[in-house]
Each structure stands twice: as C-alpha cells, then as structure tokens.
C-alpha cells in the first residue's frame, strides 16, 4: 500500500509537469497532437489524485497508525465517519483534498462540450496544470500525505474534539470547492488576455463557474458560522479569526466581480476593473491558504506551523506578479475599447459603488489581518487587532452597502431623471421612515439599530416593487395568473431575480447581525442545585448535575427546565465532554432554545463537588433570520446558476490559435 499510495503522488507530479510542457509546445507550435496528448495527461492526473484521495481515505478507516497523517488524526475508537473526515483535519491530507478538486475542475473546463474547439481551451488547461504541479510538488516533497513512522504507536492522537462536529464533515469541503473553483474563472481571464481577446466572452463562458465558486464560498463560511455558534461554546458566530477572515475577503471580491461584470456586459465598461477583481480574488484564495498554513498567525482553526507557508507566498507572489504583467501588456487595448459612464445617477454608477464598497471592504480585513504582522516586523511587538476594530470599521460599510442594493433595482441604466427618481423612491422611502419611527415606538433606541432596519425595510419595499412590476406587466402582455406570470417572469430572468433571492437572504442575515450585535443579554452565574437562574423573559432552573461514559468519552452534564414568562418550554441538558484523549480539551454541547424572535443559550461552565454549577446564558435575538437569510442566498444562487444559457455566443478574437481550435 505504501508504494502505491506514494505512486499516485509521484506520478502525478510527473504527468502534470509533462501535460504542462506538452501543452506549453502544442500553444506555441499550433499542433493539435501535442494539446490533445496534454488533455489526455490532465485525466490521468485527475485518476492520479482521485486514486490517492481514495488510498488516504482507506488507511484513515482501517487505522494504519504506522503512517503518521493517520496517528496525528485518528485513533481506533473514533467514530468511521470522523475517521474519514480527518482527511482534511491536516495539512497534508486538506493539500490533497484541494488537489483532487483542481484536477477535477480541470477536465470539467477541458472537455467541456460548450468550450470544444474553442482557442482558449489549451492556454485556460495550461494555467490550470501549473496549479496541479504546484500542487503535486508540495505533497510530494514538502506535506507529504504517506509518510511512514519508524516505529508504530500503539494508539493514534486522535482527532480534534472540535472537528468532531457535523458542520467541520461540510464546511471544508465547500470552502475549498469555492476557493479552488475561483481558479477557473482567473484561468479563463488570463487566457484571454494572452489573446487580445477585449469582448466579455470569456465572462459569459464564466458566469456560472463564478456564482458556483462564490455559492460554495458562501456555504463554507455559512458552515463556518453555524459550526462556531454550537461547537465552541462562547456564544457567537463570527470572532473576525485571521482564518475566518481568509475566507471572507475573497467572497467579497469574487461578490464584487459578480456585479461589476454586468456592467461590462451591458454597456462594456470595467474591463481592466473586472480583470483586476478576478486576479485578487484568486490571489486571496492562496493568501488564505498561506495563512492558514504558515503559523504566522493564531487561530483556532489554523493548522500546525509548516514551512508550507513560505512555497505558498512564492507561488503566490510568481502568480500575481505573472497576471499583472499580462494585463499591464494588454492595458491599451482594454483602455480602447472600454465604454464611460454617463451619468452619477444610474444604475451603472450604483453598482460601480458597490463595488468600492465590497473592495474597501476586503481591504478593510485583510489590513487588520495583516496588522499584526506589520506591527511585528516593524515595532518588534506583535499588535492584536481586535473585534471591536472590525466591527467599528465594517458596520457602515455594512449599512451602505444595504442601501445602495436598496436603490440600484429603481434606478435606470445610463440616466435617471428627477421625475423617475420621484416616482420610484418616494412611497418607498416614506415606508421606511415610518418603519423607524414605529421601531423607536416599539423600544428600538440604538441609533444604528434603527438605520439599519430602515434601511431593510427599504430593500425589501424596493425589491417587493421589482417582483410585482415584473409580473403586472407580464400578466397585461399574458393573461397569466399571478402565481404562474410570477414563475415565468424568474425563469425567463434567472440571473436577476435569482440576485434579488440573493439580496434578501443578506437583508435576512443583517436583521440577525444587527439583533445579535446589539440587544443581545448575557449573565453568567454560580447556582446551587433547586436556584433559578433569571435573564431577560427566561428563568433557568437548576435542577441536577450528573455524569456518564459515551465510549471513551466522559461527559459532564446539568439538567435544567426553561420557563418563559411563566410557561414551561422543556428540559435540556448543556454538557461538557471529555474525549478519551488526554490531550484534548474538553468541549461543550451547547443548549439552545430558537425562535424566530431570538435564542436562549445555555452552557454548562464549570462545577464543584457540592453540585454548585456556573453557567454562562445568552439571549441572542434574531439569530434565527440569520440562518434563514444564509438558506436564501443558497437558493437564490442555485436559481441564478441553474439551467443558464450561453445564447449561441461565438468567440471573438484578434489572436487566434487556429490549427489547435
């Protein structure tokens, strides 16, 4: 098993080096042969990767503790399904999941039956196999995923009690899909600019890798979020970790280049804007990538220092460095062909802001990402930022960003006029004045608080309109009924409506930021076994504290009943485990008690032998409308992406490789 398990490493860094070179001559000899024989490698390099997924995956399940990725990650009494998943619990193992998915997507790109005989197709391969010989090095000679112990332990480490958890089976595995899914659409520019090709081609053939990529961004940070809330026990869901920052800037990007590209669609504006976007998205997947892997900075969810972290920064800056040339060299031609705004009231202009707004943003993070470091390498002292940075900084952006998707479906494309500004805004906007002021009625006193709500209430006043216009009209040309005009009118728009889905959840998921942030209740207290534990319409009763063995886990646990003004909602139990690994810290299992209105959170702190207990209690209100909101930007891009159509585009090129088309 050793030496076919290393096989599949070495071999496939050979064919990606081979399909590279041979895919290299065919582009610059114009031979087919030679293209086709690269294509032929990509699938075997694609077998070489799944091949070693699968050979990890059986060493994991059977323990083969003398292999040191299975002792660090698995021990004989954790659960099969954890067994699997300690796959990507490491550096080597997450190095080849990330592998296996680029080898994947590139045949997918390849051999695609809406990109045969395109030119593009062996430059955007080529790209693609310099990621895969990066790749293959790297766990070939430096994460080596079958490295062999000189003796064999007895018992593995085991995994890491907080990866134990449904969300950590999910959440990597959509984060590293969006990440290595962002390539795709890079390859795709950057094959185009060593064309000359100026058209937004590429971008159309690209539309649904993108919204994929950022769909399972979206899911892995979505994942993310609900694994911290139930697994870590402090409350929250977004601590602004250096890792979780890793995944959120390219989201934001990669948000941007989805808007900004229908500018360039529509009126062929943004193009050296809309290279720019897709070069740092995909500089910030390996920016996130070498963060996690370096050590450089701590994180919960960081992996263990490596000297991964300096061949990522070097293949990071030769890709960044290499982009930015082909487009500098390609600069004028962008310029020339590039249309112009006409008017600061427009539609255009509304997503332009946006755009600066998700890019200052991510600029806004990754700085206090990085600030830490900065501080070291200048002052000597490493300077922590904080979440009180983040949220000071990002909370307006926030907020803008709400109002300018609020304003950009009433607006109209090259002009508005005064009398359509009129028209659209004013019963809006004087719906959501009054929202505010019943807000401050009802209690709501914080400032940001009710601009934040009024601003929602504008989203969905404007976005409601968009929906009913679209089918007033359809139902006056059709004779529809509401129900089906409404159906048809998405499915004949699916980019933009799906968008609009996409913008409610985030209004969704604000309602719940904003609840959470700022009417949230915490008490932590010491009770004795009979006392009640009081917070906000909720009473705890502490009624037993007692202990038991699930394997070779022990578990510490309190038995509590919850009444709210008065009525009895149930009995829950918050614990605290103890894996059977000494090492290991103990975790909590949180109680948790939803409503659409706000959560009751429970967790077991600590005990004494006389039975007194400390529990920490939150009131979290609104935190459900989070999860909601993260369930329809899913749906929404599913919408947008599904069943797309290409509208028989024919590529348009002034460089052509015509004998490899």
Same mark, same amino acid.
């Given at each position: 098993?050793?030496?076919?398990?290393?096989?599949?490493?070495? *071999?496939?860094?050979?064919?990606?080096?081979?399909?590279?070179?041979?895919?290299?001559?065919?582009?610059?000899?114009?031979?087919?042969?030679?293209?086709?024989?690269?294509?032929?490698?990509?699938?075997?390099? #694609?077998?070489?990767?799944?091949?070693?997924?699968?050979?990890?995956?059986?060493?994991?399940?059977?323990?083969?503790?003398?292999?040191?990725?299975?002792?660090?990650?698995?021990?004989?009494?954790?659960?099969?399904?954890?067994?699997?998943?300690?796959?990507?619990?490491?550096?080597?193992?997450?190095?080849?999941?990330?592998?296996?998915?680029?080898?994947?997507?590139?045949?997918?790109?390849?051999?695609?039956?809406?990109?045969?005989?395109?030119?593009?197709?062996?430059?955007?391969?080529? +790209?693609?196999?310099?990621?895969?010989?990066?790749?293959?090095? +790297?766990?070939?000679?430096?994460?080596?995923?079958?490295?062999?112990?000189?003796?064999?332990?007895?018992?593995?480490?085991?995994?890491?009690?907080?990866?134990?958890?449904?969300?950590?089976?999910?959440?990597?595995?959509?984060?590293?899909?969006?990440?290595?899914?962002?390539?795709?659409? #890079?390859?795709?520019?950057?094959?185009?600019?060593?064309?000359?090709?100026?058209?937004?081609?590429?971008?159309?053939?690209?539309?649904?890798?993108?919204?994929?990529?950022?769909? #399972?961004?979206?899911?892995?940070?979505?994942?993310?979020?609900?694994?911290?809330?139930?697994?870590?026990?402090?409350?929250?869901?977004?601590?602004?970790?250096?890792?979780?920052?890793?995944?959120?800037?390219?989201?934001?990007?990669?948000?941007?280049?989805?808007?900004?590209?229908?500018?360039?669609?529509?009126?062929?504006?943004?193009?050296?804007?809309?290279?720019?976007?897709?070069?740092?998205?995909?500089?910030?997947?390996?920016?996130?990538?070498?963060?996690?892997?370096?050590?450089?900075?701590?994180?919960?969810?960081?992996?263990?220092?490596?000297?991964?972290?300096?061949?990522?920064?070097?293949?990071?800056?030769?890709?960044?460095?290499?982009?930015?040339?082909?487009?500098?060299?390609?600069?004028?031609?962008?310029?020339?062909?590039?249309?112009?705004?006409?008017?600061?009231?427009?539609?255009?202009?509304?997503?332009?802001?946006?755009?600066?707004?998700?890019?200052?943003?991510?600029?806004?993070?990754?700085?206090?990402?990085?600030?830490?470091?900065?501080?070291?390498?200048?002052?000597?002292?490493?300077?922590?930022?904080?979440?009180?940075?983040?949220?000071?900084?990002?909370?307006?952006?926030?907020?803008?960003?709400?109002?300018?998707?609020?304003?950009?479906?009433?607006?109209?494309?090259?002009?508005?006029?005064?009398?359509?500004?009129?028209?659209?805004?004013?019963?809006?906007?004087?719906?959501?004045?009054?929202?505010m002021m019943l807000m401050v009625v009802l209690g709501i006193q914080k400032a940001w608080a009710v601009i934040?709500?009024?601003?929602?209430?504008?989203?969905?006043?404007?976005?409601?309109?968009?929906?009913?216009?679209?089918?007033?009209?359809?139902?006056?040309?059709?004779?529809?009924?509401?129900? *089906?005009?409404?159906?048809?009118?998405?499915?004949?728009?699916?980019?933009?409506?799906?968008?609009?889905?996409?913008?409610?959840?985030?209004? #969704?998921?604000?309602?719940?930021?904003?609840?959470?942030?700022?009417?949230?209740?915490?008490?932590?207290?010491?009770?004795?076994?009979?006392?009640? *534990?009081? +917070?906000?319409?909720?009473?705890?009763?502490?009624?037993?504290?007692?202990?038991?063995?699930?394997?070779?886990?022990?578990i510490v646990y309190a038995g509590v009943t919850v009444f709210k003004d008065g009525k009895r909602l149930g009995?829950?139990?918050?614990?605290?485990?103890?894996?059977?690994?000494?090492?290991?810290?103990?975790?909590?299992?949180?109680?948790?008690?939803?409503?659409?209105?706000?959560?009751?959170?429970?967790?077991?702190?600590?005990?004494?032998?006389?039975?007194?207990?400390?529990?920490?209690?939150?009131?979290?209100?609104?935190?459900?409308?989070?999860?909601?909101?993260?369930?329809?930007?899913?749906?929404?891009?599913?919408?947008?992406?599904?069943?797309?159509?290409?509208?028989?585009?024919?590529?348009?090129?002034?460089?052509?490789?015509?004998?490899?088309?």
């Amino acid at each position: 098993m050793y030496l076919f398990a290393n096989a599949t490493i070495y *071999i496939g860094l050979a064919v990606a080096i081979y399909s590279l070179l041979v895919m290299t001559f065919g582009i610059s000899t114009k031979k087919q042969m030679y293209v086709n024989s690269g294509k032929g490698g990509m699938i075997a390099l #694609f077998v070489c990767a799944a091949l070693a997924m699968l050979s990890l995956f059986y060493l994991l399940a059977t323990s083969q503790f003398q292999y040191q990725y299975v002792t660090d990650y698995t021990s004989s009494e954790l659960p099969i399904i954890y067994k699997f998943t300690a796959l990507w619990a490491g550096n080597a193992g997450s190095l080849l999941l990330w592998t296996f998915f680029l080898t994947l997507y590139a045949i997918m790109v390849a051999f695609s039956r809406k990109m045969k005989g395109n030119p593009m197709v062996p430059y955007i391969s080529a +790209i693609l196999l310099a990621n895969a010989v990066f790749f293959f090095f +790297i766990l070939g000679f430096v994460a080596k995923p079958f490295a062999v112990l000189s003796s064999v332990p007895a018992e593995g480490r085991g995994l890491n009690p907080m990866l134990q958890n449904p969300g950590m089976i999910i959440h990597p595995v959509t984060l590293y899909l969006g990440y290595v899914g962002l390539s795709v659409p #890079f390859a795709f520019a950057m094959a185009a600019l060593i064309l000359k090709n100026v058209d937004d081609f590429w971008i159309k053939m690209t539309r649904r890798w993108t919204i994929v990529a950022w769909l #399972f961004l979206s899911l892995g940070n979505i994942f993310g979020a609900q694994w911290a809330y139930v697994e870590l026990g402090w409350g929250g869901y977004w601590a602004w970790d250096p890792v979780e920052n890793a995944s959120f800037m390219p989201w934001l990007t990669a948000t941007a280049f989805l808007h900004s590209v229908m500018i360039q669609e529509r009126k062929n504006m943004l193009k050296i804007w809309n290279i720019s976007l897709i070069i740092v998205s995909y500089a910030l997947t390996l920016f996130g990538t070498f963060l996690v892997r370096s050590g450089v900075l701590t994180s919960v969810h960081a992996f263990a220092n490596s000297n991964l972290g300096l061949y990522f920064l070097i293949f990071m800056g030769v890709a960044v460095i290499g982009s930015l040339y082909v487009l500098m060299s390609r600069y004028n031609l962008l310029k020339r062909s590039a249309g112009e705004f006409q008017s600061f009231v427009s539609k255009e202009s509304s997503f332009l802001i946006n755009n600066l707004l998700l890019v200052g943003a991510a600029f806004a993070v990754f700085w206090g990402t990085i600030f830490p470091l900065v501080s070291e390498a200048v002052r000597g002292t490493k300077v922590t930022v904080g979440i009180p940075f983040f949220n000071t900084v990002e909370a307006p952006i926030l907020l803008s960003m709400m109002f300018v998707m609020a304003v950009c479906p009433m607006l109209a494309w090259q002009r508005s006029t005064l009398k359509n500004l009129k028209k659209n805004f004013l019963i809006p906007a004087i719906l959501a004045v009054i929202g505010m002021m019943l807000m401050v009625v009802l209690g709501i006193q914080k400032a940001w608080a009710v601009i934040g709500y009024g601003v929602i209430i504008l989203l969905f006043i404007t976005h409601f309109l968009e929906f009913y216009r679209g089918v007033k009209a359809r139902r006056k040309m059709t004779g529809e009924s509401p129900f *089906i005009a409404l159906y048809r009118l998405m499915v004949k728009n699916r980019r933009r409506y799906g968008g609009y889905l996409v913008h409610l959840g985030i209004a #969704f998921i604000t309602m719940g930021i904003i609840g959470s942030q700022n009417y949230d209740l915490q008490t932590m207290k010491t009770v004795s076994l009979g006392q009640s *534990i009081d +917070i906000g319409a909720y009473r705890i009763n502490y009624e037993r504290l007692d202990q038991k063995k699930e394997g070779t886990n022990d578990i510490v646990y309190a038995g509590v009943t919850v009444f709210k003004d008065g009525k009895r909602l149930g009995s829950y139990e918050p614990k605290k485990i103890f894996y059977g690994n000494a090492d290991s810290e103990p975790s909590s299992e949180v109680a948790i008690i939803s409503s659409l209105k706000e959560d009751l959170y429970i967790v077991l702190s600590a005990w004494e032998n006389d039975g007194k207990a400390t529990f920490v209690v939150k009131v979290n209100p609104m935190m459900d409308w989070l999860w909601i909101g993260s369930f329809m930007i899913v749906i929404g891009a599913l919408f947008a992406a599904w069943k797309g159509k290409y509208q028989n585009i024919t590529p348009r090129y002034t460089g052509v490789l015509s004998e490899v088309s």
